[in-house]
């Protein structure tokens, strides 16, 4: 067999074109496209990702993401009917350790807003200019870090002071000067970043930070610069214990708590007054520790039917305050002579467990869930339905209802209580009731409708007993007393942060992990995967 070359005339063509040069043009412009393609790509996702994207909060308890009673607000019509959005600026050093946190925060707010906020980040250490701009508009030099919150309108209204105006109708300068001072004093809120957070000390006598309130506080912010000058609910100050011998008294604790909502809580002697003042939001009877006499009776009876008229009252079973029970009762709301207890094993509980009633306006974030009562608690006899109020057009509401396995004891004050089935109230037991008075379901007269919310317990009012659903539930009871159905909700918590304590041996074998182990572990990988793709 002879070895000579293949003269197959097809085959040797085949060759002769798997041997002609590539065209490398056609190449050239494909690859060019594809880099010009991919480039666009990346800038359209990076774009994309910057003017909508979502923040998604993994942590278990949601503690990066905005409550359900600051998203009402930014979303109401509080902030949505504005003709101008509200101005954020942050005066904050980049190299500050809260800058971080500061701007996710606020980020989220512009972002849930829809355009209804506006949001600058200036660093007074690079925009020395901007810091001064800021300071001579706003009056407030920068000392240290801060949150300037602008709720003024952009359009000052000066046409009703008629002696503010020129001859030809024009507002003069000083009256521009004047309207522009009282909106900056009504409308300006501004926030130190020191008083965001709270501060503790370890073993070591060392500042650490315990606990974020900033959404709070922030949230509070945007609801005063806006509204302005806070509204007032007036206090019976003359018939309270003004101080207490544990901790806080209640009303200092509440006055907090509205102070949050752009409320003054403004302290009044029923004894020196003749009427509640024409200017009230509402008035305030916190664990009244003396009853109300005929005049003063007669006074909150005028208040009362007032058009738009609010009461809040909080409770102490261990007063008898027989008038003010008349005046609630007449009203579908019953104070009882009793203590809501209970006994397990031998032993007598007060601290009521209680549960959110569903379906009323107030608990509408609430409803159903549980919490506890601490200090004493008499139950409510709420009139539900019944025909002779509601032919004088009275609602009474239930609220807070005592868990199953509860009961009144009337014998409170006698050792090892038993229940008896024909001196002691049974289920239902309510802590709290609202009482509404008017037509609330006409469009027409629902701005008329008077208000009113009775709680039997005022113990939880103080630092140590209040649980954070307590304090949503009183939050929501004044926002709906004052007419504010729109920031009924579930409040921010504050973030706690639990510091951990390293010894040096601990620390020791981190470092070495991070300096030692991991480089020489990626240095071996590599080394591998070179040797065998070597051979």
Known sequence: MSDTPSTDPAAASQASVDRRPVSRIGRSILVTIQVIAFVIVIISVNYLSCAKHERIDLTERKDF????????TIKGELVKDRQ???????????????????????????????????????????????????????????????????????????????????????????????????????????????????????????????????????????????????????????????????GEPPWKVLYTMLAQQNIQ??????????????????????????????????????????????????????????????????YGITPRNDRIISVEAKQTLSKVRAIFARGAEITADLGGQATIFDGSSSSLEVRENDDQLMNRRIRPIALIQASEGWWGETRYQEENPVFNKEEDHTAPLYLAAAVLRGQATSDDTAQLVSKMVVISNTDFLSLKNTRPEQADFVKSSINWLVGREDL????????????????????????????????????????????????
């Open 84 to 246: 101008s959005p509200i101005k954020m600026i942050a005066v904050i050093r980049r190299g500050s350790p809260h800058f971080s946190r500061m701007r996710n925060l606020l980020d989220e707010y512009k972002r849930l807003s829809g355009g209804s906020i506006s949001l600058e980040f200036v660093d007074p250490a690079r925009q020395t200019d901007r810091t001064l701009e800021i300071e001579q508009l706003y009056g407030q030099p920068y000392i240290e870090d801060m949150i300037l919150v602008d709720g003024r309108e952009q359009a000052l209204d000066t046409s009703t002071d008629t002696s503010a105006t020129n001859v030809d109708g024009t507002p003069t300068e000083n009256a521009v000067k004047k309207t522009e001072q009282q909106q900056l004093s009504a409308h300006v809120r501004t926030l130190l970043v020191k008083n965001l957070y709270l501060e503790e000390l370890d073993q070591f006598r060392n500042r650490y930070i315990s606990a974020w309130q900033d959404e709070d506080m922030v949230t509070s912010s945007i609801i005063g610069a806006i509204e302005g000058t806070p509204r007032k609910i007036y206090f019976a100050a003359d018939k309270s214990a003004l101080e207490s011998s544990d």
């Open 65 to 72: 993401t905005l409550s359900d009673f600051t998203e009402k």
């Open 265 to 330: 809580l403004v302290p009044i002697r029923l004894t020196d007054i003749d009427s509640i003042p024409a200017d009230a939001e509402g008035l305030a009877l916190i664990a009244p520790q003396y009853d109300l006499d005929t005049r003063e009776i007669k006074i909150l009876t005028e208040y009362w039917d007032r058009p738009k008229s609010s009461i809040l009252v909080t409770l102490d079973p261990n007063v008898k305050l027989n008038n003010l029970r008349i005046f609630l009762r007449n």
């Open 488 to 535: 009924i909700g579930i409040g921010p918590r504050k973030l706690h942060r639990n510091k951990i304590t390293l010894l040096d041996a601990h620390n020791t074998f981190i470092s070495r992990i991070v300096l030692i182990f991991l480089p020489a572990a990626a240095l071996l990988t590599s080394l591998i995967v070179w040797n065998v793709r070597r051979a």
